[in-house]
């Protein structure tokens, strides 16, 4: 019974007929609020600032803000950074738009939803930089750029990862996989050669280093342009965290990475 109520409730508030409709502890809520209201743009609820080694004095550098939304109607707008580059510190801020859930035709579900938001902060001079949360100056971290070791944009060629994520098995093993596709090139072709992992603190770094070769292995019996390639985390996480992988194209993937169940 309680679940056709649940069942018609929804029906009648997606055609209107009601109004809109809450979820709230698995329940929803009819409202008879029928007025239209944009949504609000607040400063975004963040608790954590991801800060990531191996940036240089070249490098596209970044930050990662990390918090919880309160419900599903919450959405990520704009974020931004100040930096004073004589004083070495980066104010960075974040904002999400907040939908109204009295509004016609509306659900929210009241569940708590992580987020991450990735702040570029364009290329740094060396030094180490004390980056804060707007309006939040206790939340702070220390980002070290380093002094490039080759004029190239990254220290190695990087796999062309579209996707990755941190597998955990029954026994608390963890491993990362990155997945993705090799271009074509004119001539010769990419191979991966070795897959760095590193634990820094709350975040996992991946290098996925590749190399362009032109012998035997880019014959198309043996090439694969799609690669899968699984890599054991030697010092694994034990509390939530973030997934960081290096790419082709400078943007790197961040994934956040749930606490492990124990």
Request: with cysteine; glycine share 6%; charged share 20%.
């Amino acid at each position: 019974f309680r679940n056709t109520i649940n069942r018609e409730i929804i029906m009648l508030g997606m055609t209107g007929k009601i109004g809109s409709v809450v979820l709230c502890g698995g329940l929803l809520f009819p409202s008879l609020a029928s007025s239209q209201a944009r949504p609000q743009a607040l400063p975004t609820p963040v608790d954590k600032i991801f800060v990531v080694e191996g940036f240089d004095d070249n490098d596209k550098s970044e930050v990662v803000l990390h918090g919880d939304f309160r419900n599903s109607c919450n959405r990520l707008a704009e974020s931004g950074a100040v930096i004073d580059a004589e004083n070495k510190t980066i104010e960075v801020w974040s904002t999400y738009y907040e939908y109204p859930a009295g509004q016609e035709n509306t659900m929210c579900a009241m569940v708590m939803i992580p987020f991450i938001e990735v702040v570029d902060l364009g290329i740094l001079d060396q030094g180490e930089y004390n980056v804060t949360l707007k309006g939040s100056p206790e939340i702070q971290e220390t980002l070290t750029i380093a002094k490039r070791k080759t004029e190239s944009p990254d220290d190695y060629l990087y796999a062309p990862v579209t996707n990755g994520w941190v597998e955990t098995s029954e026994n608390g093993r963890q491993a990362v996989v990155v997945q993705g596709t090799f271009p074509l090139w004119f001539m010769g072709c990419q191979i991966m050669t070795d897959v760095q992992v590193q634990t820094q603190n709350e975040a996992i770094v991946v290098q996925p280093i590749t190399e362009i070769v032109d012998d035997e292995r880019c014959d198309d019996e043996n090439y694969k342009h799609e690669f899968n390639v699984k890599k054991g985390i030697s010092a694994p996480l034990k509390t939530e965290g973030l997934l960081h992988i290096r790419t082709l194209n400078s943007h790197a993937i961040n994934r956040f990475v749930p606490a492990p169940v124990m």
